[in-house]
């Protein structure tokens, strides 16, 4: 199974940037696809934004694109999540999630949670107007 690490969380300003990383560990980090989620004051975990395991492929919702870039270092087993113009409407727990079992189509599943096989605990991200 894959195990997930969320770092890099914190208490910035409004218009300050943090960079969340997610560690994939494991006798088998197989993960085709890694998505990143927030929950805010809601319960929901929404989607922020996603990447395939060989980076080619990328997603983000509209929240995030143009402010957040997600990319991946396979020799490290990690993902980043940059975070860039950060606004208190960001303050949430950000999670990582891998995707274990294929997906063919990317752009369309990487935005549903239920599509993802393993989560991380989660990293507190504050921004503060």
């Known amino acids: 199974q894959v195990q997930l690490e969320e770092s890099g969380g914190g208490s910035v300003q409004a218009g300050e940037s943090l960079r969340l990383s997610c560690a994939a560990s494991?006798?088998?980090?197989?993960?085709?696809?890694v998505g990143w989620f927030r929950q805010g004051s809601g319960h929901e975990r929404l989607f922020v934004a996603a990447?395939?395991?060989?980076?080619?492929?990328?997603n983000y919702a509209d929240s995030a694109r143009g402010r957040f870039t997600v990319s991946v270092d396979n020799a490290k087993k990690t993902v980043y999540l940059q975070m860039n113009s950060l606004k208190p409407e960001d303050t949430a727990v950000y999670y990582c999630?891998?995707?274990?079992?294929?997906?063919?189509?990317?752009?369309?599943?990487?935005?549903?949670?239920?599509?993802?096989?393993?989560w991380g605990q989660g990293t507190q991200v504050t921004v503060s107007s």
């Open positions: 990447v395939s395991s060989n980076g080619r492929n990328k």
């Open positions: 999630a891998a995707e274990a079992r294929g997906l063919v189509q990317f752009d369309l599943c990487t935005v549903h949670a239920f599509e993802y096989d393993y």
């Open positions: 494991g006798r088998s980090s197989r993960a085709y696809a």
